[in-house]
């Protein structure tokens, strides 16, 4: 089976963390944590913020790891390090995705999480990352 390494963005701003619907492949239609692909030679925080750069067109700060998801798809085994995310410029741009929506606590829920991403979520959730009191 391939072995992917990706990275993914928690991008918080206020109360709220960022959500983006995929816009390509096998996935299209799914909703995820921004990121992607770790090249050769970079580290995840650098993969991180060019991948954001790319996809989204803002610039971020890596501000900690969340969590590390393993997931078996039917044709690819993911290995996804997650890190908690704030922008520090720019206004975000949709090049990969179909759509993005900012979510909070209690609407955290609403989108069709890809697999994956689910794991992603109860993290959240478990660190209080997005609590009510926001």
């Given at each position: 089976m391939k072995y992917i390494n990706v990275v993914a963005a928690i991008i918080k701003q206020g109360n709220k963390i960022l959500a983006t619907q995929r816009g390509y492949g096998d996935l299209a239609g799914g909703w995820e944590f921004p990121g992607g692909k770790i090249e050769e030679g970079e580290t995840p925080e650098e993969a991180l913020v060019r991948e954001i750069h790319e996809e989204l067109?803002?610039?971020?700060?890596?501000?900690?790891?969340?969590?590390v998801v393993d997931y078996d798809y039917d044709t690819f085994h993911l290995h996804m390090h997650c890190f908690l995310c704030h922008v520090a410029s720019g206004q975000f741009e949709l090049h990969e995705h179909m759509a993005a929506r900012w979510?909070?606590?209690?609407?955290?829920?609403s989108v069709a999480w890809l697999p994956a991403d689910e794991a992603?979520?109860?993290a959240i959730k478990?660190?209080?990352?997005l609590s009510p009191e926001d």
């Open positions: 067109e803002a610039l971020i700060e890596v501000d900690s790891l969340v969590t979510l909070d606590a209690g609407n955290i829920d992603v979520v109860a478990d660190q209080g990352i």
